[in-house]
């Protein structure tokens, strides 16, 4: 076990349960649960979002890919980023003027009815947990590689904390946990980026010369096409990433923790200025893993590259830095998964129990109660199945997330801020398409299905050819909406519509006059 490495484990774990103290104490109410009570300032929330959106899958995936794939490995930073300029353009404001704690509410707004809620809460829980499992299986081999602590007991550990910090802290306690592992992250990824970009003085053109040399692509390592063949597949992929973002559920309620939309908007300036250079410093992280790591010690530690970044510190600045980045990416593993358990259970307690079940009328203790039992819920849920999932190829979790988020939200969320004729049957039949269809076509898609044995999670030929679903499922998604609106012959109520539109790009509700 390295004892420095254990040391810094231990000390962000005291660390977040200090903020989930001292947050417990100004979580007394539903509203300072599921959203701080609206408390957050535009670069406080900024920097959550960014602590929340910088996922292990961004910190050590990306570095992994880029190390081991070169140019194509870029892709997904590209798609990361540019998918907050679709929630700041489109999302955003209206989803902070229209909701309340959830995505139900805002879309709730316009189309009161119950199926809105189910189905939505349904939408939030699924992609919730598919993200959920990928970050705990993430965490399990991480802490095992670098603790020697089994797998089994890696996993529990984080379950256990992500599940202190939300019953007891709720949002407050969430977001700053946030805040504190996007600090950390950043000031590790420049450390690193500054160290390998001294090495080579400091000079891009001799860090991109150098690495054409580095690695067994040779030249084709700054060339697309190494690990993503299909043109199709890589647009699929992108259009997943860009578009899934403004749909994923535990990034929209962050808009509920700010007093108002032009705060929103501050928030997501903040975060894309975080994000966007953070995902620049990934260049640096994974040349500097291909040119001072090497491809054969990266693929030995692990396959898929996960350890590029942790072996990089540890070339450059030995066993503290090495023991640093992976404390941070283990921080950054709590950081998110404590987001999307709020997100799941606060679908549940709001949506399910309290507008379906109670019919809106639970009394503010009975909602708290739902929401931390939904909380422990949703993170024993979760923790079940990524034990099960400890030798299953996960990555196609997260592609199902985004590309669930893009196909089954995004379209509703759109169509019901610009769409007049979008009726209730239109919504409900849209997110179902949505959904059933990216579920079924990863199911049957290469991240599935593989012919060799042991590459996939099932052996055989894949029906579907394209990993990602993203360009067939969400179209699917506005086509359902489309046809449930105008096969279902249910009339839009114009008025409310027109309401809507106003309240959405103003904050002001016509029926209270402010």
Known sequence: MNGTAFTLFLGIVLLTLVITYFA??????????????????????????????????????????????????????????????????????????????????????????????????????????????????????????????????????????????????GMTATSWVQIVKAVLLMAGTFIISLMVFAKFGFSLTAMFEHVKTATPLGEAFLNPGNKFKDPLDTISLNLALVLGTAGLPHILIRFFTVKDAPTARQSVVYATWLIGAFYIMTIFLGFGAAAFVGNNAIVSANAAGNMAAPLLAQELGGDFLFAFVSAVAFATILAVVAGLVLSAASAFAHDFYSHILRKGKATEKEQMHAARWASVGVAVLSIILALFAQQLNVAFLVALAFAVAASANLPIILLTIFWKRFNTTGAVTGMLVGLFSSLLLVAISPSVWNPVEGAAILTGEAIFPLANPGIVSIPLGFIGAFLGTVLSGEKADAAKFDEILVKANTGIDLNKGA
């Open 24 to 169: 417990s104490k100004k979580t007394k109410t539903t509203s300072d649960f599921y959203t701080a009570d609206g408390g957050l300032t535009g670069w406080q929330n900024g920097l959550a979002i960014a602590g929340d959106y910088m996922s292990a899958a961004s910190f050590l995936g990306i570095a992994g890919t880029i190390a081991l794939a070169g140019f194509d490995g870029f892709f997904y930073s590209i798609g990361f980023l540019v998918a907050y300029l679709v929630v700041l353009y489109l999302v955003a404001e209206p989803l902070r003027n229209l909701g309340k704690y959830t995505m139900a509410d805002m879309i709730a707004a316009r189309f009161n009815d119950k199926k809105i809620r189910g189905v939505a809460a349904l939408n939030t829980i699924s992609i919730s947990i598919f993200y959920m499992i990928a970050q705990l299986v993430g965490a399990g081999a991480l802490i095992k590689l670098l603790l020697g602590i089994d797998y089994v007991y890696s996993v529990l550990i984080v379950g256990v904390l992500m599940t202190v910090y939300v019953v007891f802290g």
